[in-house]
């Protein structure tokens, strides 16, 4: 089983990235996908998941609105959609995936993901 991710970057204020997390190894049914992220001297956090079974989501108040995760199930990929970057944005992301059922009440929580990608680095400057 393997998440890569990709798509990190430098980018201006304001402007936008697309991460992507392509998973293999599994089926792609049922599973929950999230994005946690690290910022310098912060802890991980969960900021979306999206469960593929319904495509139900969430999102952490940080990120509602200029965020949005999205999947391709041909691709079995899990895209991460920023907008309106923020320098409070600057972390490494993570994306992370478990079998899904219970998403929503343990989503937030680290423990609750088997699998983990390689982090990608985002950093919002100008």
């Known amino acids: 089983v393997q998440l890569q991710a990709f798509g990190g970057g430098l980018v201006q204020p304001g402007g936008s990235l697309r991460l992507s997390c392509v998973v293999s190894?599994?089926?792609?049914?049922?599973?929950?996908i999230a994005w946690f992220r690290q910022g310098p001297g912060k802890t991980r956090e969960a900021i979306s998941w999206?469960?593929?079974?319904?495509?139900?989501?969430y999102y952490a108040d940080s990120v509602k609105g200029r965020f949005t995760i999205t999947r391709d199930n041909a691709k079995n990929t899990v895209y991460l959609q920023m907008n309106n970057l923020e320098p409070e944005d600057t972390a490494v992301y993570y994306c992370?995936?478990?079998?899904?059922?219970?998403?929503?009440?343990?989503?937030?929580?680290?423990?609750?993901?088997?699998?983990w990608g390689q982090g990608t680095q985002v950093t919002v400057s100008s």
């Open positions: 992370a995936g478990s079998y899904g059922t219970n998403v929503r009440y343990f989503g937030l929580e680290e423990a609750f993901y088997t699998y």
């Open positions: 999206i469960f593929t079974a319904d495509s139900s989501t």
């Open positions: 190894g599994f089926t792609f049914d049922e599973y929950a």
